[in-house]
Nanobody
Framework: QVQLVESGGGLAQPGGSLRLSCEASGFPFSGFPMSWYRQAPGKERELVASITWSGMTNYADSVKGRFTLSRDSAKNTVYLQMNSLKIGDTAVYFC????????WGQGTQVTVSS
């Protein structure tokens, strides 16, 4: 079955960097777009970035120029490089794919604090 396993979250200072990884299995990874969402306490889940099967990317305005999404089909993994982190980036980050239905990873906590 489809599985999405995130890793790489943690604590960072404002201006710092983190890299999130999402390892996928159970479906033909190279043929599907992948996305990262995030949900902060008391807020709705929001789209952070997405990448097509061919590598085209799309970003939320709030992270443009700071986050970079990439994929490695040999490793069935997508990476979210997060630079110049802000306190407002604090959230649980979820990996997402739609294959017939929606699939979500378990989430990884990112906390940006001084």
């Amino acid at each position: 079955q489809v599985q999405l396993v995130e890793s790489g979250g943690g604590l960072a200072q404002p201006g710092g960097s983190l890299r999130l990884s999402c390892e996928a299995s159970g479906f033909p990874f190279s043929g599907f777009p992948m996305s990262w969402y995030r949900q902060a306490p008391g807020k709705e889940r929001e789209l952070v970035a997405s990448i097509t099967w061919s590598g085209m990317t799309n970003y939320a305005d709030s992270v443009k120029g700071r986050f970079t999404l990439s994929r490695d089909s040999a490793k069935n993994t997508v990476y979210l490089q997060m630079n110049s982190l802000k306190i407002g980036d604090t959230a649980v980050y979820f990996c997402y794919v739609k294959r017939i239905r929606d699939y979500w990873g378990q989430g990884t906590q990112v906390t940006v604090s001084s």
